[in-house]
C-alpha cells in the first residue's frame, strides 16, 4: 500500500508556459514567467499547473514531445540568455516560425556564451548523462537527416549502434554540443523560476503524459520496452475509443510498452523519469491514469481508434517500484473518459485524489459524479481543463435545457458564467481547485487550448501581461479567504 499524500485545501491556475506574454512570439522562462507568479500571490493561490514541458510534438502538442526528459527548447528565455529584451510580443504562437528563429538565436547565445557556462554544463551533463546523451545525438541526428523520422535513419544509427553513434558524435561534436547547451540552460532557468514560487508559497504542478511519441529518443534508445516489429514501426498504438470528445475516439498513434519487460527490470525506466520530473516540480498530474488499469490498443494501420481493444496495464507494481526508490508519490490521477471500476479501484488503492471538471457536471442525472455535492474530499476540481472549451464558450453553447439546469444548480442566472463556475469549484469539499487563466479571464472560444481530434491549430493561445488586473486578483483572492483556500497562516 503506498503512503497516501493528501494535497493541502488550496487552489491554483492552469497556465502553460507558451502561453505566457513576452517577445520572441511564444511564452518563456523570462520576467513575464516571474510577473506570473506574483500574480498567483496577490490572487492567493497557491498551485501553478503546467502542462508537459518537454519539446512539442505533431502537431505542436506538448503531449507528443521528442523526449520524456528534456525540457523545450522553445521555453528557454532569450532575455536571460542575453540574446533579446523582454517586451510583449505577438498574441498567438506560429510554432513553425518560433522555431526556427529561436534556433538561430540559440545557437548565437550557444556561440557566444558557451566557455563562460562550461562548468554549469558539464555538471549538468554528468548528472544527466543517462537521458541527456541520447537526446542530444537523437536531436542532432534528426537534424543531420533532414528531420526524418529515425526508422528511416542509416541502419547503424536507428538500431543505436555505440561505434556509430560514437563516429557521429565525434564528426558532429558542435551540433552535439548545442543541444547539451540549450537543456542546460532549460533546466538552469526552470529551477530559477521554481525557486521563486516556491519561496513565495506557490507550488508547481507537472503533467506527465503515459505514453511518449514513436518519434522520440525515448523509443529509439529503448526499443526493447516498446511493442515494435523488426522495423522498429509500432504494432500496436495507443488511443482512446469513441467518448464525450470523438464519436469514432482518438487515435493517439503512440507505441505501447511492454510491460512485462518493464517489470522484469525493476520499471527503471519509469522510476527514472519520476525521480527526474520531481525535480522539476512538487506535484504531477498523470494523464490517461486508466492506462496503468488498462489502455485501449489499437492495430496498427487503423484509420480510427474504434477496432481496438483493452489490454491490462502494469496497477499498483509500477507505483509501488517509483515510491520505493523516489519516496512519496503528490500525485493528481486523470481519470477522465471511459473509467471501469477497476480504474476507480486502483485509484483508490494508491489514494490519489481524481479529477471533478465541473463543464460535464451538468447532464440529466443528480447522480452524475461531476456535480459537486457526489464530491469526495480527496479530488481536484476543475471548471475546465486545457481540452475543454472555456467557461464562456462552453456555457453559450449549451442547449437551452442544459443552461436551465446549470442555472438551477449554480443558484446565479449565469450572467458572469466563469466566476459563477469558479466560485462554485472554490467552495467545493474538494481539496485542490484549479481554474484555467482563460476563466479568470472570462475568455471567449477563441482562447481555448486545445480541441481533442483536431490535428493544427492547437496549443497557441497566449495572454497580453495588461489582462492581469489587480482587480481579478483581488476578486479572486477574496473567494479564496472566504472558502478556506488561501496560503497558511504562519502560528501564533
Do not use: C
Not at 532549460?186 to 506527465?208: C, P, S, T
Not at 437551452?400 to 443558484?411: A, I, K, L, T, W
Request: proline share 8%; aromatic share 10%; glycine share 10%.
Amino acid at each position: 500500500m503506498l503512503t497516501r499524500v493528501r494535497l493541502p485545501r488550496s487552489s491554483g491556475i492552469l497556465l502553460h508556459p507558451t502561453s505566457l506574454p513576452g517577445p520572441n512570439g511564444i511564452g518563456d522562462l523570462g520576467g513575464q514567467a516571474y510577473r506570473f507568479v506574483d500574480f498567483l500571490v496577490a490572487a492567493g493561490q497557491t498551485l501553478w499547473q503546467v502542462l508537459p514541458l518537454g519539446p512539442p510534438g505533431p502537431g505542436d502538442s506538448p503531449y507528443a514531445g521528442s523526449s520524456a526528459f528534456a525540457g523545450s527548447p522553445l521555453l528557454v528565455s532569450l532575455a536571460v540568455l542575453r540574446q533579446g529584451d523582454d517586451t510583449p510580443g505577438a498574441i498567438r504562437v506560429d510554432y513553425g516560425r518560433v522555431g526556427r528563429e529561436k534556433a538561430e538565436r540559440l545557437r548565437k547565445a550557444h556561440r557566444e556564451l558557451r566557455g563562460e557556462r562550461r562548468e554549469a554544463i558539464e555538471r549538468f551533463a554528468a548528472k544527466n548523462a543517462a537521458w541527456l546523451d541520447d537526446f542530444a545525438l537523437f536531436t542532432a541526428i534528426k537534424e543531420a537527416q533532414g528531420g526524418a523520422a529515425w526508422t528511416e535513419w542509416p541502419e547503424p544509427l536507428a538500431r543505436h549502434d555505440p561505434d556509430a553513434l560514437a563516429v557521429f558524435r565525434k564528426e558532429q561534436l558542435e551540433a552535439y554540443d548545442f543541444h547539451v547547451f540549450v537543456q542546460q540552460a532549460f533546466h538552469e532557468q526552470w529551477h530559477a523560476l521554481k525557486k521563486y514560487a516556491n519561496e513565495r508559497g506557490v507550488r508547481i504542478m507537472g503533467d506527465v503524459p503515459i505514453f511518449v511519441a514513436h518519434d522520440s529518443a525515448d523509443v529509439w534508445a529503448h526499443p526493447d520496452l516498446f511493442r515494435l516489429d523488426e522495423r522498429g514501426q509500432p504494432t500496436e498504438i495507443a488511443g482512446v475509443p469513441p467518448d464525450y470528445f470523438s464519436p469514432t475516439g482518438q487515435l493517439w498513434g503512440n507505441p505501447l510498452y511492454r510491460w512485462d519487460v518493464m517489470a522484469e527490470r525493476g520499471y527503471r525506466w519509469w522510476v527514472d523519469r519520476f525521480r527526474h520530473l520531481f525535480e522539476l516540480v512538487d506535484a504531477v498530474r498523470i494523464d490517461h491514469f486508466r492506462g496503468f488499469a488498462a489502455h485501449w490498443s489499437v492495430p496498427a494501420g487503423e484509420e480510427t481508434a474504434v477496432n481496438g481493444r483493452w489490454d491490462p496495464g502494469p496497477g499498483a507494481a509500477l507505483f509501488n517500484a517509483v515510491r520505493d526508490a523516489v519516496g512519496d508519490l503528490p500525485i493528481v490521477a486523470e481519470d477522465l473518459g471511459t473509467i471501469t471500476p477497476d480504474v476507480h479501484a486502483l485509484r483508490e488503492e494508491l489514494g490519489f485524489p481524481g479529477m471533478k471538471v465541473l463543464q460535464f457536471a451538468f447532464g440529466d442525472t443528480p447522480a452524475n459524479p461531476y456535480l459537486p455535492h457526489n464530491y469526495e474530499q480527496n479530488a481536484v476540481v476543475y471548471t475546465g481543463t486545457h481540452d475543454n472549451d472555456t467557461t464562456v464558450g462552453w456555457y453559450a453553447t449549451l442547449p437551452e435545457e442544459q443552461r436551465h439546469r446549470v442555472r438551477e444548480y449554480v443558484g446565479t442566472d449565469m450572467s458572469d458564467p466563469a466566476w459563477d463556475l469558479i466560485r462554485l469549484a472554490l467552495s467545493t469539499v474538494a481539496d485542490t481547485a484549479i481554474v484555467p487563466l482563460q476563466d479568470v479571464l472570462s475568455l471567449e472560444s477563441e482562447a481555448r487550448m486545445n480541441t481533442p481530434g483536431r490535428g493544427l491549430g492547437n496549443w497557441s493561445w497566449r495572454y497580453h501581461p495588461d489582462q492581469l488586473q489587480p482587480q481579478i486578483a483581488e476578486r479572486l483572492r477574496g473567494l479564496v479567504e472566504r472558502y478556506n483556500r488561501g496560503p497558511a497562516k504562519p502560528g501564533p
